[in-house]
């Protein structure tokens, strides 16, 4: 085969050629993120213990939202919908709540699941639409390499989130369609107050369809739906686990009321998507000015103004600390179904029928694909072979030993010194009952920026209301509020790398 034989066949093959390269990666990124899933490795995504303590409160019938400002300080910043879930599946496999690798396996499959589910289900809907196969299985596989590439969606609602926001574009576009009815807005509001139920930013989606409601001046739509999506509200807050409804809003919202930081946005954002995934923000761009300047189909209006909405409620969010570039992960989703939806359309066809694109895009694809993959597989391959397991049996023997030879009872306070390689990070589950700030990041956050006050814990160490604190093997007990534990302890015992202090009463 000549050369030029060679480069005719690669341009006819192009995409069927990324279409394989992306099968194979994909691969590869199950079997890494199954294998990180697996490890003994407590936080494998990010604040990984703030999602698995509400679980495991859950499991064990005990609630999940607290007053912030009394112990234990625990702030549990997300909405309960994704714990319920993962803590149905643990009650009827029969793991309770002390078994918590079973409870980081239940929360790390689940995760895996929607996400995986997410990208095929992407993929079945465009190929529904345009009954393009190859671009169809494209879209779902670069969706799935970001979201694996963006690790937010390991063990985190996120996950579900980005499922929900699926679902709600399918819902948008029967109800758009020319025999479109009704009764899909109705399921798409339900869909979307479902996703604020998961995490706080799914609210975006009801805020989109309300816009474009208003913007088509439907107002009877508009009413109607906002009826219904506050009795779907009011539904929710009857039957999942809020405790109070003034203690589940002071917790979601206190719990993410961060101070903002550029230095953050650039480290955690910025640099991820501007140069990775700028390409496809940029056609995102060209594609939605095309769209609102010719006022195409009212679907394509509603994925565009979906698409700005989006990207600007991530940006403007995405500067607080704690955020990450995963709160562009809805946006993604919605980007991806534009695009797709637009090239693949027949009134577009001239448009990208030359030899540049049809080169361009599957390169584009398969370098996506090989950069996703290869970064998911350094980010994990540490985890894969660290040692975790042993630190995860020293713990759980810390704690037994608390229970068994100390008789730790309910409401009796443990402080957690954690160390700079996670250590004492499984104790705040061994002893979820009983420890007293397991989100130390959340609480420092919280105090830092004035949100919460903890006069009360200060009142604890200085009435040694704090029963044991426990710190590395050699190292003074601190805690991360800086209150000086002074004269208020007195060294207990040392097992293994810990030394365990008592109030000196």
């Not at 078994?99 to 809907?125: M, P, Q």
């Not at 029967?174 to 998961?198: E, H, P, R, T």
């Not at 930081?261 to 700028?278: E, I, N, R």
Request: hydrophobic fraction near 50%.
């Amino acid at each position: 085969m000549g050369v030029n034989k060679l480069l005719i066949w690669l341009k006819d093959k192009s995409f069927l050629i990324a279409l394989i390269f992306g099968l194979i990666s994909s691969l590869v990124l199950l079997i890494v993120k199954f294998q990180a899933s697996i490890s003994y490795h407590p936080d494998i995504s990010g604040s990984e213990g703030s999602v698995i303590v509400p679980i495991q409160l859950l499991v064990s019938g005990n609630p999940i939202y607290l007053d912030p400002e009394s112990a234990p300080f625990r702030l549990s910043q997300y909405a309960p919908l994704y714990s319920t879930i993962i803590a149905t599946f643990c009650k009827i496999v029969g793991w309770s709540a002390i078994e918590v690798h079973k409870i980081y396996l239940a929360s790390r499959l689940w995760s895996n699941i929607f996400t995986l589910a997410t990208a095929c289900f992407i993929g079945a809907f465009l190929y529904r639409v345009t009954k393009k196969p190859i671009t169809a299985a494209l879209a779902g596989l670069f969706v799935f390499h970001v979201l694996s590439f963006w690790l937010l969606t390991t063990s985190r609602p996120d996950s579900l989130l980005i499922l929900l926001t699926s679902l709600f574009v399918f819902s948008a576009y029967n109800a758009l369609k020319d025999d479109g009815k009704q009764l899909w807005w109705f399921v798409a509001i339900f869909i979307a107050v479902s996703a604020f139920f998961v995490k706080q930013s799914g609210a975006i989606l009801s805020i989109s369809a309300g816009a474009f409601w208003i913007l088509n001046k439907q107002w009877k739509t508009l009413l109607t739906l906002t009826f219904f999506g506050i009795a779907v509200f009011g539904f929710y807050l009857l039957i999942l686990p809020v405790n109070t409804i003034e203690l589940f809003f002071t917790n979601i919202v206190g719990g993410v009321a961060n101070s903002a930081s550029w230095d953050w946005f650039y480290d955690w954002t910025l640099q991820h998507w501007l140069l990775q995934f700028a390409p496809l923000i940029l056609v995102n761009v060209i594609v939605s000015a095309y769209i609102i300047y010719y006022r195409t189909s009212p679907f394509y209006l509603f994925l565009t103004l979906c698409c700005f909405l989006f990207f600007l409620f991530a940006t403007s969010t995405a500067f607080k600390i704690g955020a990450g570039v995963g709160y562009y992960q809805d946006y993604l989703l919605l980007a991806v179904v534009q695009i797709s939806l637009f090239v693949t359309d027949s009134a577009n066809a001239r448009r990208f029928d030359n030899v540049f694109l049809k080169a361009a895009v599957p390169l584009y694809l398969v370098i996506a694909f090989l950069h996703c993959s290869l970064f998911v597989f350094m980010k994990y391959r540490p985890v894969i072979n660290s040692n975790f397991e042993a630190q995860y049996i020293e713990e759980r023997k810390v704690s037994e030993y608390l229970y068994g030879e100390k008789n730790l009872k309910p409401n009796e306070w443990v402080y957690i010194c954690g160390g700079n390689n996670l250590e004492g990070y499984f104790l705040n589950q061994f002893l979820v009952h009983n420890a007293l700030i397991p989100f130390s990041d959340l609480v420092y956050l919280a105090n830092l920026n004035g949100t919460f006050r903890f006069d009360k814990f200060k009142s604890m160490v200085r009435r040694k209301e704090i029963k044991y604190v426990i710190s590395l093997k050699g190292s003074v007990p601190v805690n991360i509020l800086n209150v000086d534990f002074a004269n208020t302890l007195k060294y207990s015992s040392t097992v293994g790398s810990f030394d365990i202090y008592e109030a000196d009463k």
